[in-house]
């Protein structure tokens, strides 16, 4: 398996661009994850999805950023309108969840470094 | 999700066993014990979890004390590959599932 797949691996953009970052999960997780890690916040979970449904946005820093996942392989997040205060390294994750116990052994993607100038 | 508390830094030398310490007090009964390293430039890597039990695979093994309120990551054989950020997460299953909280971890450099 590939493990997971994340494009573009840099992006640099003007503030106020439309910024799409994507993933692919690995094939037959059912739950992933966008991440963002920066110098001075951290690694810090954004949103995560089981079976393609939003469960949990609390992470979402505002209403500029939303993700999707239309499908098990595939899912974006958006920025729109982009500010140089977005600028990080953003992961995604899966994993596979089985029932409701722990287990959380997630899979990262080589993350995707964006610029916003 | 409790918290954990790791030292910021620790060396060791190549060879020798690394032991990284974790203290989280607060550990619920549900709560799961995960580590994570991260690699410079790397995404996070997985590298192993426990409940109540020690715990053993191929990269580490993972020692966690009768209370629970602590626990170590043993990596066996240190290489100058291990020299990592890593990370000591707990977390519960159920509702809480996935929710994975980073704190800063603890630089471990393995010299020559």
């Known amino acids: 398996d590939a493990g997971v797949i994340q494009s573009p691996r840099h992006e640099v953009t003007e503030m106020g661009q439309e910024v799409t970052l994507r993933c692919k999960p690995i094939?037959?997780?059912?739950?992933l994850f966008w991440y963002r890690q920066t110098m001075m916040r951290g690694l810090e979970l954004l949103i995560y999805?089981?079976?393609?449904?939003?469960?949990?946005d609390s992470g979402m820093p505002e209403d500029r950023f939303s993700a999707k996942m239309p499908n098990a392989s595939f899912s974006t997040l958006k920025i729109q309108p982009s500010e140089p205060r977005d600028s990080a390294v953003y992961f995604c994750?899966?994993?596979?969840?089985?029932?409701?116990?722990?287990?959380?052994?997630?899979?990262f993607g080589p993350g995707t470094r964006l610029t916003v100038l | 999700d409790a918290k954990t508390t790791q030292p910021p830094s620790m060396d060791c030398a190549e060879g020798r066993a690394a032991n990284l310490p974790c203290n989280h007090s607060?550990?619920?009964?549900?709560?799961?014990v995960y580590w994570y390293r991260q690699i410079h430039s790397q995404g996070p890597q997985y590298i192993i979890h426990?409940?109540?039990n020690n715990e053993t695979n191929e990269m580490a093994s993972l020692i966690i004390t009768e209370d629970r309120k602590s626990s170590t990551l043993i990596l066996p054989h240190a290489t100058l590959r291990d020299t990592a950020v890593y990370y000591c997460?707990?977390?519960?299953?159920?509702?809480?599932?996935?929710?994975?909280?980073f704190g800063q971890g603890t630089i471990l450099t393995v010299h020559p």
């Open positions: 994750a899966s994993s596979l969840r089985r029932g409701t116990g722990g287990g959380n052994e997630q899979f």
């Open positions: 094939s037959g997780h059912n739950s």
């Open positions: 999805f089981n079976n393609n449904v939003p469960i949990d």
């Open positions: 607060t550990i619920s009964g549900n709560e799961y």
């Open positions: 426990g409940l109540k």
């Open positions: 997460i707990v977390s519960a299953g159920g509702t809480s599932y996935g929710k994975l909280t």
